[in-house]
């Protein structure tokens, strides 16, 4: 069977398409979740923890239920199932009600006429508390067994030794993923004991599993429908409110709404990692990579959620895209008092790649080779095993292309600008031009894709093609990448019809599409959605006795033999499928096997301008390359790259959440520091299209690459500015101008 | 208490309840949710809206003070179909999650309409009020220099 | 809650003297900050928004009321660049120098101008009329300030010898839209009179006086003195660390600046 190709249908894949929620998105109508009304409708809020550890004492919620306009106060006893959650352990609970494990933690929650009774009323509930002393250090953590997962990769000699080798310790501070989106949602009671809950989330079906089993619920009793979603970037893998506003919901059978301040959702969702990493590597004096030894010790903060994953991941990747026989990784994941951390773009894969990227830079200085030519000299092919795990790579791997691309690209001019919105400081109007000095930095990224581990990793879709056109049934969620526009493009290439709409089912309508995260959904989903409608196709020239389809119907010698409203009017044609990729072995006690279905790879170079006195610095450009497969709609993929790069800088130059005895110092905008428009550099992208090994059209997931390695990138690049070790990031200004007063710690 | 106020050229009136902001009025009793909340406190610029002439965050202004006032939202800006701020952010594929894309669009308005040739470096202090945290700023400069001429 | 919308700013203080309890709002940019995180909840607020005699501008006095926006366009060289890094242009086009003033932030970006000039500020009751209150004796803490709770803010006031050269620079960690770690206003005179104020490295801004002293004494400050100058500074300013900075750092970097800034002073 053959599927027609893009350049045959308007709108298919390769062609840029307009994604169809973009006008409601510019002119405001654009739905929401924190954007949803209904009539008799309560607003939710919660009380949570002032401390980050402390017992309970006293917990009267009296004071608040005698509140006019107050309709419901919950606690840890009105919880009717599980009284805990968790994406891979259930270990947090709904509710806090002897102790609290971190600042912030919910202990209560509230549902009330309007959201400033509700606040009031957060206010008024009496609670009591025994403080006690928080674990908020790793080291001690670890020294205390205070451990989610210890995860290690061993492999090949253990006394290989190369004639050159360095040592460094790293250290990556605990990023936000800031969605612009609050947490927020509405609960809607069904009247017959269940309930709809409308929510911003990154995977409907995970926290159904999670809800109804803590409301105790039967699974049909409960419908999770995803609304729009304000950014995600792995902050809404884990359970947020979805709980609290169904047990609200219930419990006053009327619909409840609540929407997180921003200081609330620093609280309410988990965060990147902060890392300590150790690494020793050693090569030979011609530059070839002969050891890498790591020690990774991930702060996972109060409850589990995924650390166990990202720990894994963060070792898998710690050695980056190079070949290397001999490998001992020893990872991790400590449980402590500090806010929990989970998901976040690039999953564990960045923080390794921070410590292997400067050690690359190292060992090629301390050989005397160039350091993009040491790269190429190691850099991992097709056919090569992963140094950590062992696993034979079969996707494509262009590491070597991307490098000696990037090197290719033009450099900026040296600007001898004295415009401040072109120099370090910005309109602070700090840096006179002379002042400045540039540096150039390069980094090599490595990330898997979908998920691994022996994981049962499958999507479902439906494709109806009906009298009206062709519908794509899924539950994956739109977090705003464009997905909609992908399941289309590829509907109507296979098809060959051009009316195509999306339908975001919900979970009572379609099994799981799996999580919007591991830029997994355009092999998944779009995966899905390629089989059905080959599927779809088949069915419909089988029963409209032809050998083409498009919107006219089926076609015959090129006759239109069975128009669409006689094929299919009827009855429908439809096709549900669920995908799985090839499937994936979970490692052996040295962390060895096949455990990761697909990889992709992209290069970072970072163009800085630094104010060494002052310890500003501007980013001024970023030249990127990378590994995507195919490219379905080309600027959604320069959209993506351009996107996840500036998380990568922020996480670089700005971002970090600053926890001081386990409370976050810096729960706003005004001090987590985003990159501005000001702040941005001028990004250029290049791409390589070597089909990947079981994506739709070859194409290969290309969200979380390019935060992987340009924070890596960036630091190189101040590195080289200022000649200072900076094995920090973010890098703050007095690492810059104070040195060699250095942060950091041997972990 | 009872507000007076022409929104997006129509006489309008509301009631508050206290303190709340412009912003939480406007999606709570005009049904205008166009202008987002993110950050409540003037740090993301999402909420942006034209109050009496001028660009600013309605997450900052109090209800009870745009009694007599003029306020124009992104919903009002796009009435006789797409403005061309509009239409060129969705050309140059500067729309993802799209939170923030209503207060971008209301302060490009702001900025197209006081210079409308305003240089690259122009468009990017203008709108240094507005976060992104999709995009990388690239599409949306793309959108407006096109707008604007640039290169 | 209650809203009073005065006329003018005579019935303004009046209403404050009835309503001990109520917020003046003018801007909103810092009132609503609290509002909105239920720091406070106001039980009366007196607008100002559109009481025009705080609005005027002119070359020695500032209204209470007027934007940073208007000022990002004004006479005053280092006035204009401060307000060009206040927030955001949504923020500029509300928020006003009264409010900076009235919140009294140690990291006020107005603040050291107005330390800078010696400025005055001037305030209203309705009992006792207007009265004008130096700099130095108006920021008394961490935002705490001299002005009594009936009265109003209603102008800045210059001094009548403005300097010859003025400049303003801010550091902040990202290039707009941030507090500052540390900002620095340095004038000078013809002859050589100096005056360097900074802001977010104490209290209240700080005038660095041995520094002024110094360098005030050098009519072509040649590089020693310049590095003797920005050493002085290091000395005299009082900061602490805290999220967006250390001390150490803090104390290093308001010398560079106070050198770059009469560098920039000296060069123009």
Redesign the interface.
Known sequence: MTARTGARIKGGVGESTYRSDGIPKVDGTFIYSSDMYMDRMLWGATLRSPHPRARITKLDIGPALAMTGVHAVLTDDDVPGRKTYGLEHPDQPVLGSESVEYWGQPIAVVAADDPEIARRAVDAIDVEYEVLTPLTDPIEAERLDSVFKRQRCRRGAEKRRGMVAVEGYYEVGMQDQAPLGPESGLAVPDGGGGVDLHIATQWTHIDHEQIVACLGLADDQVRIHHSGVGGAFGAREDVSLQIHLCLLALHTGRPVKMVYSRSESFVGHVHRHPALLWYRHEADADGVLRRVEARIVLDGGAFHSTSSSVLSNAVYHAAGPYRCDSVSVEGVAVKTNNPPCGAMRGFGAVQSCFGYEAQMDKLADAIGMDRIEFRIRNALQRGDPLATTGQVIETSMPAVELLERVRGMPLPEEGASEDPRLLPGGTGLTTPGASVRRGVGYALGLKNLCFSEGFDDYSEARVCITPFGVEVHTAAVEVGQGLGMILTQIARTVLGIEDVVVYYDDTSKIGSAGGTSASRQTQMTGGAVLEAAKMAREIALTRGNGDELDDAGVWRGGELVTPMSELVGGKPIEYHIRFHHPPTEQPDENGQGNLHVDFAVAVHRAVVDVDQELGLFRVVQIDTVQDVGFMINPRSVVGQIEGGVMQGVGLATLEEIVIEKGVIKNPTFTDYLLPTFLDAPRIEVQVVEERGAFGPFGAKGVGEPPTVSSTAAVVAAIRDATGLELNRTPVRPEHVALAPVQAGRHP | ?RIHAEVNGEAREFET?????LL?VL??QLG???????????????C?VM?DG????S????A??V?GSEIV???G??RSG?HPV??A???S?A????????GF?V?AAALLDENPVPSS?E???????????????????RGLDSLAGNR | MEVIRPADIQEAAAALAENPGAVPLAGGTDLMVEVNFGHIRPSAVITLRRVEEIQELSRRRIGAGVTFRDLETGDHRALAQLARTIGSPQIRAAGTIGGNIGTASPAGDSLPFLAGLDARIELRSAARGARLVPWDEFFIGVKQTSKRPDELITAVLLPEDLPDRQEFAKIGQRSAMVISIVAACVFRWRGGRTRVALGSVGPTPIRCRRAEDMISNERNPGESALDEFARIVSEEVRPITDHRGTEDYRRHSSGVLARRLLERCLAS
């Open positions: 208490m309840k206290g303190s709340e902001s939480f999606a709570d205008l949710p166009g202008a987002k909340g993110a950050c409540e406190q003037g740090e993301c610029g999402s942006s109050l001028r660009l600013v965050c997450c900052l202004v109090m009870v003070d009694d939202t992104v919903e800006l796009g797409l509009q239409k952010l969705v050309d594929g729309v993802q999650c799209g939170f923030c894309t209503p669009v302060a470096d468009i990017r202090e203008a709108l240094s009020g507005n976060i992104c945290r999709c995009t990388g700023y690239g599409a949306i400069l």
